[in-house]
């Protein structure tokens, strides 16, 4: 799961991940958790996923989930590619992998389980197919 990223990932990432720099410091907050679950399920019923945000149908997206992301805060966040790609580094140079609950490697057992309330994205170390194997174990 290490490496590149999928574009729904860096779009969910933008939106929601506190990257190097610190959304609160530069005078901006991110997506919560509920308001992304919401933004998420606003997408789907348009038949658009994150990934539309960063690409040609981004003006319909942001229409779309207008009552959770705001223009200017849409522009805030997704414009913060240089630190996605600083921290998806460091995170490479740890072997540290993410995924997204819109990624085909998100453990089905999460979504089975909860769902919408799966968390959107996971972060983490070692074989990560053994999150569908029943059991956890955190360091």
Not at 59 to 68: F, H, I, Y
Request: hydrophobic letters at 40%; one cysteine or more; proline letters at 5%.
């Amino acid at each position: 799961m290490v490496g590149s990223l999928s574009v729904n990932t860096k779009a969910i990432l933008l939106l929601t991940a506190p990257l190097s720099g610190g959304a609160q410091r530069q005078g901006f907050r991110l997506v919560s958790p509920g308001e992304y679950l919401r933004l998420a399920q606003l997408l789907k019923h348009s038949q658009l996923e994150p990934a539309d945000l960063l690409g040609p149908r981004r003006t319909e997206a942001l229409s779309a989930c207008s009552e959770v992301l705001s223009e200017p805060t849409a522009d805030k966040l997704l414009g913060r590619g240089l630190q996605l790609s600083q921290a998806v580094e460091r995170w490479n140079e740890r072997s540290i992998w993410v995924v997204s609950r819109a990624d085909a490697g998100y453990p089905q057992r999460l979504i089975e389980r909860y769902r919408w309330r799966a968390p959107a994205v996971l972060y983490g170390c070692g074989e990560g197919a053994l999150l569908d194997s029943g059991g956890l174990a955190v360091f």
